[in-house]
């Protein structure tokens, strides 16, 4: 059976709004202890009395986390800490951290994964994964990972954020608050898990293909600077009218096609640099293909009750226990006053009293579902991944 408490706290008390939400975590759990806490909380709080004041309530249990732009429990996207302590009889947690993603994240995601695969002899569920969402290497950190725990091992998780200043996101860590790293929980046992993941964003112009690309650094678009997607379409003046050229693309980020996928993957341009290159969230391969992409709120909230339904579809007519919803920064802002609606659909779909957690990062991280790339994990941006826990228990 698997065990959950989540508790949520506001205010600028960093210590006590800490204890108050693990307060209500542990006696929403009913247990005398957790074998998980898992921390989503605002940057702007003071990160070191935050932890002291959880870990106050908590003890020693494994903890990890991030900063994010957005802490979601229940039908609320607007806390400043939510706190989730787990304890299962039926899977087991073991953790790792890796450090230095910004240098080699190659190397931190293959540290943080065999911090918690060493010397096991059964393999793993799923790898939950929380890293620095400013890294611009996130792609490499996933595949780091995945040489450890597998080719087509599930990682599901979310790149921490601030609130939109675009200058530190912080992981957690036991009683750490980190930069430039990745950490990670591995579950190992006889449980039930649904993972699903989907954006909502259209197709918009025409089909373009990369000719000149470097890491995030997206030079050129079927031989033309790659600002010239942009420019085609909407004009010169595109991001000269004293908006930002990230608040911009927001709207209209950019999809590139991947064979055999059911949706493109996103990325979203956050700025020009010389002879009309862009600077995006994530790498773009050279040869792929990209459009423009435009959303609707209609199109982006029935992306998450397809989310949703395919990670319900994961636990095979079992119970849910917990939700994790791990959304896209980008999409909680272009949604406003309407994403409190994404959660709504959620409870439809598992029960309204199935607790959700989670937060809104600048990117998540989800397997694919397609044929040709199953269990090959990615990273992606604008989206929303739900992943749910269960068993076979009843309420």
């Known amino acids: 059976m698997i065990w959950v408490g989540v508790g949520e706290g506001k205010g600028f008390e960093a210590s006590k709004v800490g204890q108050n939400a693990a307060r209500k975590a542990m006696e929403r759990l009913g247990k005398k202890g957790a074998d998980l806490v898992i921390v989503f909380s605002s940057s ?19 903890l990890l986390g991030c900063s994010s732009a957005g802490r979601i429990s229940g039908s609320s996207l607007n806390e400043d800490v939510v706190v989730v302590t787990l304890v299962s009889d039926s899977f087991r947690i073991r953790t790792g951290l890796g450090r230095g993603i910004k240098k080699d994240a190659r190397k931190a995601g293959q540290e943080a994964a065999w911090g918690a695969a060493r010397d096991l002899k059964e393999k793993g569920r799923f790898f939950l994964a929380f890293l620095d969402g400013l890294s611009g290497n996130a792609q490499n ?42 950490c990670g929980a591995l579950f190992l046992g006889n449980f039930f898990f649904g993972i699903g993941f989907r954006h ?25 600077p790659a600002i010239s997607i942009y420019e085609d379409y909407f004009g010169k003046d595109f991001y000269k009218n004293g908006e930002s050229f990230a608040k911009r693309t927001l709207f209209y980020p950019l999809g ?7 949706e493109p993957l996103i990325r979203q341009p956050l700025k020009v640099e010389q002879e009309g290159t862009l600077v995006c969230t994530e790498e773009i391969p050279k040869g792929q293909e990209l459009r423009l992409m435009i959303g609707t709120q209609e199109s982006l909230l029935e992306a998450t009750r397809q989310a949703g339904k395919t990670a319900l579809e994961g636990l095979l007519g079992k119970t849910a226990r917990v939700v ?34 989670g937060c809104c990062g600048f990117g998540e991280l989800a397997p694919s579902r397609g044929e040709r790339h199953l269990g090959q994990s990615y990273f992606l941006n604008e989206s929303i991944v739900i992943l749910a826990l269960g068993d076979e228990s009843t309420r």
């Open 256 to 262: 590139l096609w991947v064979s055999g996928e059911e």
């Open 44 to 62: 702007h709080i003071d990160q070191k009395e935050l932890l002291q004041g959880i870990r106050s309530i908590t003890g020693s249990a494994p």
């Open 324 to 357: 994790f919803v791990f959304e896209s920064a980008s999409r909680k802002k272009l949604l406003g006053r309407h994403a409190v609606q994404e959660l709504q659909i959620l409870h439809e779909l598992f029960g309204e009293e199935v607790p959700i957690a």
């Open 141 to 182: 950190a996933i595949r780091g990972m995945q040489e450890v725990l597998g080719t087509s091992f599930p990682i599901v998780g979310s790149a921490g954020a601030d609130n939109f200043r675009f200058e530190k996101s912080f992981q957690y860590y036991e009683g750490q608050f980190l930069e430039d790293t990745l």
């Open 200 to 224: 909502g964003w259209l197709p918009l112009g025409k089909s373009r293909r990369v000719t000149r690309a470097t890491k995030n650094l997206l030079h050129e678009v079927d031989g033309f």
